[in-house]
Structures are given as C-alpha cells and as structure tokens.
C-alpha cells in the first residue's frame, strides 16, 4: 500500500519508534429512516496525538479491562482474530479486555452505554466500570463484530495497536439520552450521514474503515464474525495490508 499518513504530521514526533499500546475503538451505526449514520466526535486541539480530528469513540486498553466479566460474551470466531498476531503474550483475557474497552471508552467519552439489565456478580475491577455498572446495565459484547486492525507508524508520540469493533445502534440503552456530557475526550461529538461524514477532516484509517463500512452498510450487509479482518501497519517505511 502507498505510504499515506499526512493526518499524523500535526502530531509530535519522535526520533525512535514507540512501543504500540494496545487500543480499541467503536464505530456506531444509527438506521435512520432517511438513511444510516454514524457516530463521531472531534478530537480536542490540545491533544499530543492527531489534534482538530473527527475520530470514532475510543482509547487504550486499561488494566481493569481484562477483569471485566460478562454473559454475553464475543463470538469465538471474533477472539480468534483479536488473538492472531497479537503482540507480546496472546491471551483470550486480553481480547476480551479490548472489547470491553471500546465499550468502556464509548461510556466515558459520549455517555452511550451498550448492554444489558443485569446485575454484576463480583466488585467493579476500576472506578470507571463501577460508574458504568451503575447505570444497572452490564456490558455487552455480543453485539460487536471486529472490523479492522491498524498500528500507528513509527516515530509518533502516541503509537496505538488498534482494533476497530461495530455495533448497531439498536445495542445501545439509551441512544438518545447520553447519562453524562463524556470525558472532554472528544468534543462536537454528533451523528453524520456517510457522506457528509467523509467530508470531516478524518485520521486516514478512520476514513479508510468509514469508506468499507459505507461500502457494506449502504449495500445491505453487516460484518460477520467469521469474516477476514484486514490488520494494516507500516514496515520499512510503506503501509502492508494483511487479512486476519
């Protein structure tokens, strides 16, 4: 693939390449009857990493994720292809963590909550899921489909090993009543039409992944679990695409 990430210029850079931290982020799709849209917010322009930027709900993988529990859990097709390639030590614990992330960091940052009425068995591993199992709901993975994977380039301040999960709006509780005003994470956080969505100022993989979501969305389909999922990541200064 061509060598393309002009988005990450504003971001500061480093002379040596940083250790990629595990990351997670959801994408959204709300069926209106005058058409699909999807779920952005813009980035702060005080941030270190990809300033100004309209991006999908998201954030790093917290220890406290990987202790999270619940019944309704990913496919097993799904886990298998959070673990492939996974860096470091493969684990289940850490895949699931990653959903649960995505999930976790929808909450913090536009207050949308996807899961189930139900009561947690054991204490909140974090404050942050003690906050969100208060709302009387516990999280819910099984509406998730994992849907791309990407690596930061080298030499940025911020490197992030991203998986990018997708959900229907109909696995939200409470789509048009956010419990909190989010974390300051994301700001101007709306609802766009596809269009009018690649029209943003958008990260090159967030559009990447909004144009092959638009693609499938707009023509009927929804991911499945057993689908290839593409990993994109850069080597030797170009961009490579593999399929998970």
Not at 11 to 31: E, F, G, N, V, Y
Not at 108 to 130: N, Q, T, Y
Not at 199 to 210: A, F, M, Q, Y
Request: glycine share 8%; aromatic share 8%.
């Amino acid at each position: 693939m061509a060598d393309v990430d002009a988005d990450l210029q504003t971001s500061r850079q480093h002379a040596t390449a940083q250790k990629p931290r595990d990351a997670a982020t959801l994408i959204i799709i709300r069926r209106d009857p005058t058409g699909p849209r999807v779920l952005l917010g813009r980035r702060h322009a005080s941030h270190a990493f990809m300033p100004n930027m309209f991006v999908f709900p998201g954030g790093r993988l917290d220890p406290a994720d990987r202790l999270m529990r619940t019944e309704t859990g990913l496919p097993p097709e799904i886990e298998q292809k959070l673990v492939a390639r996974m860096r470091g030590r493969p684990s289940l614990r850490r895949a699931r963590g990653l959903a649960f992330a995505a999930v976790r960091e929808t909450f913090e940052e536009v207050g949308l909550v996807i899961g189930r009425k139900g009561a947690f068995a054991k204490p909140a591993p974090s404050a942050e899921w003690e906050t969100f199992l208060a709302t009387g709901y516990c999280p819910d993975l099984a509406s998730l489909r994992f849907v791309m994977r990407a690596i930061t380039p080298p030499g940025r301040t911020r490197r992030f090993d991203t998986r990018f999960f997708i959900a229907d709006s109909e696995a939200v509780t409470n789509l048009d009543h956010p419990i909190h005003n989010g974390s300051g994470e994301l700001l101007e956080a709306n609802w766009f039409t596809f269009a009018a969505a690649l029209e943003l100022d958008l990260p090159r993989i967030t559009r990447e992944v909004l144009e092959r979501v638009s693609t499938l969305v707009d023509g009927g389909g929804w991911p499945q679990p057993g689908d290839p999922v593409p990993f994109q990541y850069q080597l030797r200064g170009r961009w490579h695409e593999d399929l998970l």
